[in-house]
């Protein structure tokens, strides 16, 4: 199970910080990612992070804005979102792949496992 945390309402330029604790499974053999989806639009990627951390994956629209990380130890996935624009705003949804599978996908069809969710609003 997924639980993702950290949404809220945040002015355009600010940051907030996600958080997704997972429970079950062998969380450090897991590739986890985050999507979003913004009302009337399909779920897009927006970060994926192997099993150590040490490898990450981005799109242009995030890049260098947002940050991925993971802490092993705490089964716990981070979503770090600086300079935040009207157009971030979207549930975030924190996602696991498979145990086992290493390939970063950008794909929501790859991952098997979701969290709730959590609403970032971004004011302009």
């Known amino acids: 199970q997924l639980q993702a945390s950290g949404g809220g309402l945040v002015q355009a330029g600010g940051s907030l910080r996600l958080s997704c604790a997972a429970s079950?499974?062998?969380?450090?053999?897991?590739?986890m990612g985050w999507f979003r989806q913004a009302p009337g639009k399909d779920r897009e990627f927006v970060a994926t992070i192997n099993w150590s951390g040490g490898s990450t994956r981005y799109p242009d629209s995030v890049k260098g804005r947002f940050t991925v990380s993971r802490d092993n130890a705490r089964n716990t996935v981070y979503l770090q979102m600086n300079t935040l624009k009207p157009e971030d705003t979207a549930v975030y949804y924190c996602?696991?792949?498979?145990?086992?599978?290493?390939?970063?996908?950008?794909?929501?069809?790859?991952?098997?496992?979701w969290g709730q969710g959590t609403l970032v609003t971004v004011s302009s």
């Open positions: 079950g499974g062998s969380f450090s053999t897991i590739v």
């Open positions: 996602a696991a792949r498979p145990s086992g599978l290493p390939y970063l996908s950008t794909g929501a069809k790859d991952y098997a496992a």
